[in-house]
């Protein structure tokens, strides 16, 4: 019996969630992901999750669905005031990673519950440095296809956890849902693993 909604089509995130111990379902929640003119990169990432969960209560309620709590998540690599998104293509992709190369990066993934009682979030923010690439290895990455679909071009669950050289946060926020943050948002529903 489906305890609780995803609101994402993200395999990583899947895959997390259910190491918490929850019965879900994912539903599809499309949203328009472009910042606002000078929008905070906390505030962006915090409004995508909100979004992405209201857009999945929406789902619900436009195909008559059982009303569970739905969980959304959103996950930024920001360097210095820049958000760091999703690439475009290749050539995005190989500017992202030579930004990061050799320097110190945030990470943030937020996460949002929308309930019948409205909805909570969380942010996790962690610190990644990477290690100096040569053009060869970033462009043998790019080449592997493995940056295209994540936020900075890399996957620390890939091929990129090689670049990382040190990590003060989170991993499985870096990979797209920070376990620790939504087993305590799910703990309040009476729901997963930290809920007994
Ligand atoms: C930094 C990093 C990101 N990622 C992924 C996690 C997210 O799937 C993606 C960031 O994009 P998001 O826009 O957060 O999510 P998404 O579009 O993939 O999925 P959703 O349907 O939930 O909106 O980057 C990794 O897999 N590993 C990493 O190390």
Redesign the pocket.
């Known amino acids: 019996m489906t305890q609780l909604y995803?609101?994402?089509?993200?395999?990583?995130?899947k895959e997390l969630l259910a190491q918490t111990g929850v019965i879900f379902e994912r539903i599809?929640?499309p949203?328009d992901?472009t910042p606002l003119p000078n929008e905070n990169p906390r505030d962006y990432?915090i409004r995508?999750a909100v979004e992405?969960a209201e857009s999945g209560w929406r789902h619900l309620l436009q195909m008559g669905l059982a009303l569970k709590p739905v969980l959304?998540?959103?996950?930024?690599?920001v360097l210095g005031d820049e958000i760091l998104?999703?690439p475009l293509d290749a050539a995005d992709a190989t500017a992202m990673l030579k930004k990061l190369s050799g320097s110190t990066h945030e990470?943030l993934?937020s996460l949002a519950l929308r309930t019948e009682g409205g909805v909570e979030t969380m942010l996790n923010v962690s610190r990644?440095t990477f290690a100096a690439l040569t053009d060869a290895q970033i462009a043998a990455y790019v080449a592997s296809g493995e940056p295209m679909?994540?936020?900075?071009a890399?996957?620390?669950?890939?091929v990129?956890?090689l670049f990382v050289a040190h990590l003060d946060g989170s991993y499985t926020g870096?990979?797209?849902?920070p376990l620790y943050e939504t087993a305590q948002l799910l703990a309040k529903q009476g729901l997963g693993f930290m809920a007994a």
């Open positions: 995803l609101a994402s089509g993200s395999p990583r995130r599809a929640a949203i992901e990432v995508m992405k959304a998540s959103d996950t930024s690599v998104g999703k990470v993934t990644v679909d994540k936020a900075g890399y996957g620390i669950q890939g990129g956890g870096v990979m797209g849902l």
